[in-house]
């Protein structure tokens, strides 16, 4: 975000585009007065690294660069440790912060909607980009973790096909982020025990399962979610989630804990 060079050629694809923008308008307003036909023809203008610095784009786009930066690096909580996703097995303490954040950023906006409330989250572990290294926690942060523009969706669906969802954690073996959720597999991954909020699940019962738009559209291939009998889009991004969990906390204290489990 704080590449110079970037900036410049972001501006003059900005007024490139404008220009040539402006030329179409003021050719289209003097079509109506003059009855012909027009041949348009385009040109593609790459705009990259090649396009040599200008000292006044620099200049114009100065303050803007430091208003971003700025925010950015606002501090929002601390951190005592560095949280990274490759730390656990089955599940992490970073997954279980943002399954967590999910879950409880997400359901007061879910409850005041629908008048229920989540009971489990599913998140992607690849969907973590970056740790959250020990110190300051910033918005740069967030931004660093989770640089997609995935939000928030709660999807309905029966007992029967969270069992889907259950074998493909099985199946996965990697430390996907749920909350809610509690599973205990053995030395073969066969599920020893499986729980939502602490109950058996029911094949016929209704569970709202939080997770994201990508995944909910069959990436990871959690095809599974395809099952869903309605989804709810909560226009909230995972990203905002975690800048407004971290403002009202002044220390993370994220484990690994017993979410995902394998015994002997």
């Given at each position: 975000?704080?590449?110079?060079?970037?900036?410049?050629?972001?501006?003059?694809?900005?007024?490139?585009?404008?220009?040539?923008?402006?030329?179409?308008?003021?050719?289209?307003?003097?079509?109506?007065?003059?009855?012909?036909?027009?041949?348009?023809?385009?040109?593609?203008?790459?705009?990259?690294?090649?396009?040599?610095?200008?000292?006044?784009?620099?200049?114009?786009?100065?303050?803007?660069?430091?208003?971003?930066?700025?925010?950015?690096?606002?501090?929002?909580?601390?951190?005592?440790?560095?949280?990274?996703?490759?730390?656990?097995?089955?599940?992490?303490?970073?997954?279980?912060?943002?399954?967590?954040?999910?879950?409880?950023?997400?359901?007061?906006?879910?409850?005041?909607?629908?008048?229920?409330?989540?009971?489990?989250?599913?998140?992607?572990?690849?969907?973590?980009?970056?740790?959250?290294?020990?110190?300051?926690?910033?918005?740069?942060?967030?931004?660093?973790?989770?640089?997609?523009?995935?939000?928030?969706?709660?999807?309905?669906?029966?007992?029967?096909?969270?069992?889907?969802?259950?074998?493909?954690?099985?199946?996965?073996r990697i430390?996907?982020?749920?909350?809610?959720?509690?599973?205990?597999?053995?030395?073969?991954?066969?599920?020893?025990?499986?729980?939502?909020?602490?109950?058996?699940?029911?094949?016929?019962?209704?569970?709202?399962?939080?997770?994201?738009?990508y995944l909910?559209?069959?990436?990871?291939?959690?095809?599974?979610?395809?099952?869903?009998?309605?989804?709810?889009?909560?226009?909230?991004?995972?990203r905002n989630?975690?800048?407004?969990?971290?403002?009202?906390?002044?220390?993370?204290?994220?484990?690994?804990?017993?979410?995902?489990?394998?015994?002997?």
């Amino acid at each position: 975000m704080d590449n110079p060079t970037y900036y410049n050629y972001l501006i003059k694809n900005i007024l490139y585009k404008g220009f040539f923008l402006l030329m179409l308008i003021m050719h289209f307003s003097s079509c109506k007065k003059k009855k012909h036909s027009i041949k348009a023809e385009g040109v593609r203008i790459e705009i990259n690294e090649t396009i040599p610095d200008n000292a006044d784009i620099d200049a114009f786009i100065k303050p803007y660069r430091v208003h971003v930066n700025n925010t950015l690096d606002s501090v929002l909580a601390y951190a005592p440790h560095t949280y990274n996703k490759k730390d656990g097995i089955l599940n992490t303490a970073i997954g279980n912060l943002m399954a967590d954040i999910v879950l409880e950023q997400a359901n007061p906006f879910f409850k005041s909607k629908t008048k229920n409330e989540i009971d489990m989250v599913l998140l992607n572990h690849g969907g973590i980009r970056a740790p959250i290294l020990k110190g300051n926690i910033t918005t740069r942060t967030a931004y660093q973790v989770m640089p997609f523009e995935n939000s928030i969706v709660v999807v309905e669906m029966k007992g029967i096909h969270i069992k889907e969802l259950i074998k493909y954690l099985q199946k996965s073996r990697i430390a996907h982020p749920i909350s809610g959720l509690k599973l205990i597999v053995d030395t073969n991954f066969d599920a020893v025990e499986a729980l939502i909020n602490e109950r058996k699940i029911r094949d016929e019962e209704t569970y709202f399962v939080g997770t994201n738009d990508y995944l909910y559209n069959g990436g990871s291939e959690m095809y599974f979610f395809e099952q869903a009998e309605k989804a709810h889009k909560l226009n909230y991004k995972i990203r905002n989630a975690m800048i407004d969990y971290f403002k009202k906390v002044d220390t993370i204290t994220p484990i690994i804990d017993d979410r995902f489990l394998q015994v002997n």
